[in-house]
């Protein structure tokens, strides 16, 4: 049983502070984020989690990706899709990714063990669009949708290729709303899916009680869902385990939408029903969602914990 995250974690611009960095900000060259990236690193590695992200500490899930992808742009903090949806015009979490990895390295004295690792993370496309106010071109979602797919699919091919990580991560939070059609959400995750050879896992949270035998029927190695701070997800997975065949769970066990650290006795509960509906061969720890919100303490502690209770069954 290993541990993860879902991916945000607590994050806040630098300023310059140095001669380099203050040279670097006149040539409009110096990276605010970059330090918000180490210390999400070197938190989460402290914390004891095996397979990091990098703090996705650039902005929000949908801006980060629609930002770079034409036939979309942002107005007023939105995106809005303008025309046709195209390829994106830059490797998008690439090089966060790579500096990462580089903070992983130097922790671990120049070698990351192998049972440690990072993921990449993008935003899933039926999310996206149904985030997004469709302005032209597109008469409907569903289309939309299908076109974001082959778009985000040059990121993941990517990630998969530059970084090597120990899988992907496409996070669909809308699939649990009801408002998705899902014929065409797997028919998206299948454009992502194809020819990937690292497994690929989808992040659904909110309560999935409607929606949980379609997910189950999607082409992804890893399920992950919340269950801290949802009182009815756990009975839907022990209800349905047997749907899920070889899928690994990811399983949300501390509550990110509380700023307070979860009681101890509450996750050592949620994973040893977790581990008698699934086994624990099959489970990856990690929060309901991301912790950005949280205070930055808060958040370690609660990865903390989670680990602690990680590492007390494997």
Do not use: W
């Amino acid at each position: 049983m290993k541990s993860t995250v879902v991916g945000s974690f607590p994050a806040e611009e630098s300023s310059p502070s140095n001669f380099k960095d203050k040279l670097l900000n006149s040539l409009g060259s110096f990276d605010p984020f970059k330090d918000a990236i180490k210390s999400s690193v070197i938190a989460q590695l402290d914390a004891g989690v095996d397979i990091i992200s990098d703090g996705q500490v650039r902005g929000d899930m949908v801006s980060i990706f629609t930002r770079y992808i034409p036939g979309m742009k942002i107005e007023d903090g939105n995106t809005v899709i303008v025309s046709k949806i195209r390829n994106p015009t830059q490797e998008i979490s690439i090089k966060d990714m790579k500096y990462a990895k580089n903070v992983m390295k130097e922790y671990y004295g120049g070698k990351i063990p192998e049972d440690k690792g990072i993921k990449g993370i993008i935003t899933g496309p039926n999310t996206i669009v149904h985030s997004s106010r469709i302005q032209s071109f597109y008469k409907n979602k569903e289309d939309a949708i299908i076109d974001l797919a082959h778009s985000l699919k040059f990121e993941v091919d990517a990630i998969a290729k530059k970084i090597q990580p120990v899988y992907i991560q496409v996070d669909e939070p809308f699939l649990s709303t009801g408002m998705v059609d899902m014929k065409t959400a797997r028919e998206a995750i299948d454009i992502i899916h194809d020819g990937l050879d690292i497994p690929l896992g989808m992040h659904v949270c909110g309560t999935l009680d409607s929606a949980f035998k379609d997910l189950a029927s999607f082409n992804v190695d890893i399920l992950d869902m919340e269950f801290a701070g949802n009182d009815v997800n756990l009975g839907v997975l022990e209800k349905n385990a047997s749907l899920l065949g070889s899928k690994k769970v990811g399983f949300g066990c501390v509550d990110s939408s509380v700023n307070e650290v979860d009681d101890i006795g509450d996750i050592d509960y949620l994973v040893t029903k977790a581990i008698e509906i699934v086994g624990k061969e099959n489970l990856l720890l990690d929060p309901d969602c991301g912790l950005r919100r949280a205070p930055k303490d808060v958040a370690f502690e609660k990865l903390r914990l989670m680990n602690e209770i990680k590492d007390k069954y494997s």
